[in-house]
Nanobody
Framework: QVRLVESGGGLVQPGGSLRLSCTTSASIFSTYAMGWYRQAPGKQRELVAT???????NSADSVKGRFTISRDNAKNTIYLQMNSLKPEDTAVYYC????????????WGQGTQVTVSS
């Protein structure tokens, strides 16, 4: 069973920062593309940022310049550093692992709430 364990969500004021973490097994981490998605109330889940096993990254235009995805291979963990947070960033953030050669192998974490409010 694949487990993605997220942490780091919370309440932050506009302009503040948070860092999300997602840890999984070594076998998943070394072969799957990992990423962060988010879902705000009443909206569809959307891509935030992804990182391949080789470290190539991609991010949504709405977070470019503010959010950074990274990985620590020694800890089997990816991070999402979120700076200059805006109220519209409020959502449940989900960690994702997807096997690029077979999209059927696609796993999700339980989600962590990020709330940006004064």
């Amino acid at each position: 069973q694949v487990r993605l364990v997220e942490s780091g969500g919370g309440l932050v004021q506009p302009g503040g920062s948070l860092r999300l973490s997602c840890t999984t097994s070594a076998s998943i981490f070394s072969t799957y593309a990992m990423g962060w998605y988010r879902q705000a109330p009443g909206k569809q889940r959307e891509l935030v940022a992804t990182i391949t096993s080789r470290g190539s990254t991609n991010s949504a235009d709405s977070v470019k310049g503010r959010f950074t995805i990274s990985r620590d291979n020694a800890k089997n963990t990816i991070y999402l550093q979120m700076n200059s947070l805006k109220p519209e960033d409020t959502a449940v953030y989900y960690c994702n692992a997807q096997y690029s050669l077979n999209p059927n192998y696609n796993y999700w974490g339980q989600g962590t709430q990020v709330t940006v409010s004064s």
